[in-house]
């Protein structure tokens, strides 16, 4: 069983910035990938960006030079830094922890953001 506890969420006006954190606990990063997904008001769940125990990254938003994701092995954490955050970026921000090895996967409960302008 793994725990994922997201934080770092809150209100911010355009153009700041945040990071967000995920640290998991049962279970190592090691043979896992992480990823951060969100969800707008009214709208599907989806992939921000995801990054292996290796360090491989990958992103999936248009504008994906505000995002920058980051993972530590050691401390079997996540991490999302978030630049010029824009209105649209409000959501709640969820971790996503997923074994490379077999179908186990979990998520966490999700951080608010809400970007004010």
């Known amino acids: 069983q793994v725990q994922l506890m997201e934080s770092g969420g809150g209100l911010v006006q355009a153009g700041g910035s945040l990071r967000l954190s995920c640290v998991a606990s049962g279970r190592a990063f090691s043979n896992a990938i992480m990823y951060w997904y969100r969800q707008a008001p009214g709208k599907q769940r989806e992939l921000v960006a995801q990054?292996?125990?290796?360090?491989?990254?990958d992103y999936q938003v248009p504008d994906q030079g505000r995002f920058t994701i980051t993972g530590d092995n050691r401390k079997n954490a996540v991490y999302l830094q978030i630049d010029s955050l824009k209105p649209e970026d409000t959501g709640v921000y969820y971790c996503?922890?997923?074994?490379?090895?077999?179908?186990?996967?979990?998520w966490g409960q999700g951080t608010q953001v809400t970007v004010q302008t």
């Open positions: 990054v292996t125990s290796g360090g491989t990254t």
């Open positions: 996503r922890w997923r074994s490379r090895t077999g179908p186990e996967q979990y």
